[in-house]
């Protein structure tokens, strides 16, 4: 009961700070959007400017996850 009561009376605990490698993922996205193109991609400048478009249409959908087969 005791330690009930310290429970209470103590402070929530502080949240998790976000893990540096979720920062560094984000940063290294956000270089390659801003980057220009490559040229050496195989892709005409049409079909490159298509992908990018649906590359930053998806951003932020969820994607539907696929059940283990066992």
Do not use: F, H, T
Request: net charge neutral; glycine share 2%.
């Amino acid at each position: 009961m005791m330690m009930l009561w310290l429970m209470l009376a103590s402070p929530p605990p502080l949240p998790l700070p976000v893990p540096p490698v979720e920062n560094a993922a984000r940063r290294v996205i956000e270089w390659q959007l801003k980057a220009q193109p490559r040229s050496d991609a195989g892709l005409s400048a049409e079909e490159a400017a298509r992908v990018r478009q649906l590359y930053l249409e998806s951003i932020g959908r969820r994607v539907e996850r696929v059940a283990d087969e066992p």
